[in-house]
Nanobody
């Protein structure tokens, strides 16, 4: 069973930067799209950024120009570089892989445990 393990969250002042990482553990053959979501208290989970297997990227309007998503297929890892952070970026950030092929067959809609990002004003 593949798991996603996130790291890199923490407390930062407004204007600062953080880099989130998410690695897929286990025997993985192929990974499709890789996504970052976030969920603030009392809010719905929202898609922040996505990168396709071919490297195409897309971002929520609220983070365009400040966040950069990237992936390293050899390391089975997706990153989220977050710059110029704002208090409204405070949330739990989750990585998600809609489809991943493993030695036990395909797995769908795999989620990490989440990592807290807190931006102080």
């Amino acid at each position: 069973q593949v798991q996603l393990v996130e790291s890199g969250g923490g407390l930062v002042q407004a204007g600062g930067s953080l880099r989130l990482s998410c690695v897929a553990t286990g025997i993985v053959f192929t990974i499709g799209d890789m996504n970052w979501y976030r969920q603030a208290p009392g809010m719905q989970r929202e898609l922040v950024a996505t990168v396709s297997s071919g490297g195409d990227k897309d971002y929520a309007d609220s983070v365009k120009g400040r966040f950069t998503i990237s992936r390293d297929n050899d390391k089975k890892t997706v990153y989220l570089q977050m710059n110029s952070l704002k208090p409204e970026d405070t949330a739990v950030y989750y990585c998600n892989i809609p489809r991943i092929t493993t030695n036990r067959g395909p797995q769908y809609d795999v989620w990490g445990q989440g990592t807290q990002v807190t931006v102080s004003s």
